[in-house]
């Protein structure tokens, strides 16, 4: 996930499908440095990516500037203008009800119900959360019924595999953004923070 001094705005996740394998696929993290550091329309960019998405392992890509949002998966292979509201995105299409997305779009809503303009630290307790959800509940992405345990909270901890960056980014209505990533070297570890703060160009 990135943002510039124009706001342009890019951020993307993995599509979670354990019998996917493609040899030698695109990085799909370039896709987000390609478009920050491009100048063109969020949805000219998408149907950039069109002839090549079936390069690429499962995505869910949004794209952005001050006037506009756009959500694509190659899965779902829809080009979603999105109008402002809450939305929630994990491993699987926007707005998919995984317990931990269900959670942590709750507790947002509430986190702004509460305050105008909540700080950082409110956000990364909502990222903290380590509530296993229940058997009932987990969906099935093909990994087995352990693995879904272990990847069913939105900070994901095991011996071998969890959760290294959290990430908040804010912005007022003013353009003054603020983004505050805190990383893990290994489960329990407090984590190294960096905060940068600017102010949209042109605002």
């Known amino acids: 996930m990135g943002m ?3 706001g342009r705005f890019g951020a993307v996740t993995n599509f979670r499908d354990r019998t996917e394998s493609r040899e030698h696929p695109l990085s799909r993290g370039l896709m987000v440095k390609t478009y920050l550091t491009g100048e063109g329309k969020p949805e000219d960019f998408i149907k950039e990516i069109l002839p090549r998405e079936q390069r690429y392992n499962g995505f869910n890509l949004i794209v952005g500037d001050p ?3 756009i959500y694509y998966s190659n899965r779902s292979r829809d080009m ?7 939305y929630g995105l994990s491993n699987h299409l926007l707005d998919t009800p995984w317990p931990k997305v269900t959670r942590s779009r709750r ?3 509430q986190t702004l119900e509460e305050s ?7 956000f ?3 990222l903290s959360d380590r509530t296993i959800a229940g058997d009932e ?5 093909g990994f087995g019924i352990e693995w879904e345990r272990i990847l069913s909270s939105p900070f994901i901890v095991s011996p071998t595999y969890g959760t290294r960056a959290s990430t908040v980014l804010l912005q007022d209505s003013k353009g003054h953004v603020t983004f505050v990533e805190k990383t893990f070297a290994e489960p329990g570890d407090p984590g190294t923070t960096i905060r940068h703060e600017f102010t949209l160009i042109g605002r």
């Open 67 to 69: 006037s506009s949002f």
């Open 137 to 141: 509940e987990l969906p099935d992405t």
């Open 124 to 126: 990364f307790e909502i």
């Open 116 to 122: 105008d303009f909540p700080g950082p630290e409110r």
């Open 80 to 86: 979603t203008p999105l109008k402002p509201g809450v």
């Open 107 to 109: 507790a947002f809503i």
């Open 4 to 6: 510039t001094r124009t």
